[in-house]
């Protein structure tokens, strides 16, 4: 009887050891919330490649640092037309960072965190008043140049129909704004001779 007693518990871990302790275990455990939470899950079926995922992060950068720029500038600028020009250009970036920022989240893009550049914005915080306005309108036409350059590309080579959508929607109000840098002036318009009287 002894000799039997022993052969079972025996039996029973030679059995059970090619399976694992832990799968049989783990049923009667309770469940419990994973410390260390999965990515979220990615959507196998999005068009969204490499060059589209590039087009999407680097696009949000720049939206981000010059949408900081902007609003800098548009307390800082002498004359009114330069200050209207950033705070327009400001809004539209806004609203251009909330849908593309919408798309990411629909592709399961991931996006890292917004960060501005310190020296660009110690340099146009430190900039001479006398020439703030004209640098500024030098450098929104070249970044509105780039932004046309990235929609008109993005336009024809992407693969995926909502970042065609959203390239050929935003292309023509980039263009509108580059034509309103060109006809803005850096400086004060000079005031009216004073009349003499005959």
Do not use: C
């Not at 146009?124 to 970044?143: F, G, L």
């Not at 932004?147 to 992407?158: F, I, P, Q």
């Not at 292309?171 to 005031?191: F, G, I, K, N, Y």
Request: aromatic share 6%.
């Amino acid at each position: 009887m002894k000799i039997r007693v022993f052969i079972l518990p025996l039996f029973f871990f030679a059995w059970a050891a090619p399976l694992g302790f832990a799968q049989l275990v783990a049923p009667v455990l309770p469940d419990k919330p994973a410390l260390f939470p999965s990515d979220p899950p990615v959507n196998e079926s999005s068009s969204v490649n490499r060059r589209d995922r590039h087009f999407v992060i680097n696009t949000l950068k720049i939206y981000h640092n010059e949408t900081v720029i902007a609003r800098l500038v548009a307390e800082r600028a002498i004359t009114r037309e330069v200050g209207a020009l950033a705070r327009q250009l400001a809004a539209d970036l806004d609203a251009a960072t909330g849908e593309l920022r919408a798309l990411a989240r629909d592709k399961h893009i991931i996006l890292p965190e917004p960060r501005s550049k310190a020296g660009d914005l110690k340099k146009w915080n430190e900039k001479d008043p006398k020439t703030i306005d004209a640098d500024y309108i030098d450098r929104v036409k070249k970044v509105l140049d780039d932004l046309a350059n990235r929609y008109e590309k993005a336009a024809k080579t992407s693969r995926d129909p909502s970042i065609v959508a959203f390239a050929e929607k935003l292309l023509p109000a980039v263009r509108e704004q580059r034509q309103r840098a060109d006809r803005t002036s850096p400086s004060p318009a000079p005031e009216p001779a004073a009349k003499t009287n005959q």
